[in-house]
């Protein structure tokens, strides 16, 4: 997952795109970077994440909406890339339990989907995960399976879904 980050951070710097990054671990989600143009903080912010332990997804969807929301009112446009292999199992309310997790993820997904916010889902997971895929569908996201991907597919496919494209595609 990291290295898919280092690389759409390589292409964001390229575009001068701003990037922020949101880790959700344990039991929620934090701000890592703010939205930024430098590709050191970046890496650096990435380089000091910790893999393991709790997926509090919701948490991270409703952070990133949140952020996505705020980008907008200043007139810019976001898109959201969702990096998980879409097995919450750390609720809203911070508690274990994958069944609650999982709903709780659903419904961040939809209200990220009701926003028509332009967003990518990176299934992570070493085969393409069904929870993951029907996290983007909600979503409205473009699904990519990390394990089939490359990093010159990668690329254009968040560039060209950056651009203007959207729905979910598989």
Known sequence: AKGAVEMLLADCYVRRDEVALIAFRGAGADLLLPATRSLTRAKRSLA????????????GLAAAESLAEEVRRKGRTPTLVVITDGRANVGRNGIGGREQAHADAESAARAIGARKLKAILIDNSP???????????????????LPRMDAAILSDAVRAHGAGRSGARG
Do not use: D, N, V
């Open 127 to 145: 085969r393409p995960e069904a929870k993951a895929r029907g996290i983007a569908e909600r979503m409205g996201a473009l699904y990519l399976a």
């Open 48 to 59: 000091a994440l910790p893999g393991g332990g709790g997926t509090p997804l919701a948490s």
